[in-house]
Every structure is written in structure tokens, then in C-alpha cells.
């Protein structure tokens, strides 16, 4: 099974890297925030925001360790069999640490882009978990880095780095680039 991970900033273009994996080379997308909310779902939760999400997860993470979310992630792509995975919003130190033990199997990616760019994107996306002003949008940013310590150290922790501020074009290109390099 090969693995790509995925981090980066909220509006960077994780998820949209993730669907164009999808789409073109039969990746199978897992992200993080899903299988949290299935497990939130099990235990009877309805209603849903980011903030909950993440007191959840910051439990069950204090309960059973800080990779519990990329042991699930993995665990359910060896359930169901899946040869090509991609995996958006790495987020900790703990769940890096236990896909690099998948060894050469494995790579992560930081999307990277312009702190305008991003939040210009938010605003496009309409998506009631993001924020409305910037002003909330740098709040946000700041309460992630206290909470993800890969927030801020993505980039450097990265096996590539695919810089997103222009056109799609750019993205696809770049992750073309990528999987050429790979051999994957």
C-alpha cells in the first residue's frame, strides 16, 4: 500500500490535492476530520462544528495516544484492501511519526500557500466550519498552531513542498511532478 499525506494550513488546498489524486490516479482519500466524526457518530454525537472536532479528538488523543487517528486511518485502509491512499490533514508529530514507520510506503506533502490567498479561498468555499472575517481567520490560525504541533513545521517536515497561490493548473502540474518523481 502507498500512502501520501497531506499538511498545510486551513485553506491551502489539502483536500483539493486529495481530489485530484482521486480523480486521476485512483487514490482513495481518508481524512483525519472523517473518521473522527464516524467515531463521534458511534458514540451518539449529531451535530457536529470544528471545535468540537477537535475537543473530541484532543480526548481520545489524551485516552489512547497521539497517533490514534493515523493507527485508524491506516487500520481502515487494511480493512477494506486499498493499494493507493491519500490522507488529508496530518496534522502532529505522533501521527507523523507512526506513518513513517510504513517506511518507503509513505510520503508527505505540505501544500503551501499565501496567508491572503487562503483566506480569499475560505471565503469561496462557503463551508459552515470556516470563519467569515479575517480577524477570525488569524485567530483560527493561531489556536491550530497550539493545537497541531505540525501547523507551523509542515514545510520543514515535508518530503515535498507544492506551492498553491496561482491557478489549478499549477497544483496539478506540481503534483504531477511529484508522482513522476516517485515512481508512482
Not at 486521476?24 to 457536529?48: N, P, W, Y
Not at 505522533?94 to 517506511?103: I, P, Q, V
Not at 489556536?143 to 506551492?163: G, H, P, T
Request: hydrophobic share 40%; charged share 35%; net charge positive.
Amino acid at each position: 500500500m502507498k500512502v501520501l499525506g497531506i499538511c498545510g494550513k486551513v485553506g491551502a488546498g489539502k483536500d483539493t490535492l486529495a481530489d485530484y489524486l482521486v480523480r486521476k490516479h485512483g487514490f482513495v482519500k481518508i481524512t483525519m476530520s472523517d473518521i473522527i466524526k464516524k467515531e463521534m457518530e458511534s458514540q451518539g454525537i449529531k451535530e457536529i462544528d470544528r471545535f468540537q472536532l477537535q475537543q473530541f479528538s484532543k480526548e481520545m488523543k489524551e485516552k489512547y495516544g497521539e497517533d490514534i487517528w493515523a493507527k485508524a486511518c491506516i487500520e481502515f485502509a487494511r480493512r477494506n484492501h486499498l493499494r493507493r491512499v491519500v490522507i488529508s490533514g496530518i496534522r502532529n508529530s505522533a501521527e507523523l511519526k507512526f506513518f513513517r514507520t510504513l517506511g518507503d510506503d509513505f510520503k508527505l506533502v505540505c501544500v503551501k500557500a499565501e496567508r491572503d490567498v487562503r483566506f480569499e479561498r475560505i471565503k469561496r468555499r462557503g463551508s459552515i466550519k470556516d470563519v467569515e472575517t479575517y480577524a477570525d481567520f488569524i485567530k483560527q490560525e493561531v489556536d491550530e498552531s497550539k493545537l497541531f504541533d505540525l501547523y507551523d513545521r509542515c514545510e520543514e517536515e515535508a518530503d515535498f513542498v507544492i506551492n498553491n497561490n496561482t491557478i489549478l493548473i499549477g497544483l496539478y502540474s506540481a503534483t504531477e511532478a511529484m508522482l513522476k518523481e516517485l515512481g508512482w
